[in-house]
């Protein structure tokens, strides 16, 4: 597979040293063979498990008396505007 680095920069907004490319190059390269090769890798893990399937543990639902409040669950946030979360905004 062969990698348009200057194509590439361009979608993800980079300025790439040109020096750089091929050293880009052959690792995006690397990436996206292993990439490819997760659905087999995942498919030899099912065989595996296949004999040792994986215990869950029981979905419990939680009490009410284990429930955070809104003020407690937002006590963290860096801007919070009427009970929500204020983001910046990223679209016109």
């Not at 979608?11 to 990439?35: P, R």
């Amino acid at each position: 597979m062969q990698i348009n680095i200057d194509q590439t920069s361009k979608l993800a907004m980079l300025k790439i040293d040109k020096s750089k490319y091929e050293q880009l190059q052959n690792k995006l390269t690397s990436i996206l063979k292993s990439v490819d090769e997760m659905p087999r890798m995942t498919e030899d893990l099912k065989v595996l498990d296949a004999d040792n399937p994986m215990e869950l543990r029981e979905d419990i639902p939680i009490d009410d008396k284990d429930r955070l409040s809104r003020d407690e669950l937002l006590s963290n946030a860096p801007q919070v505007q009427a009970g929500c979360l204020v983001v910046p905004k990223i679209v016109e």
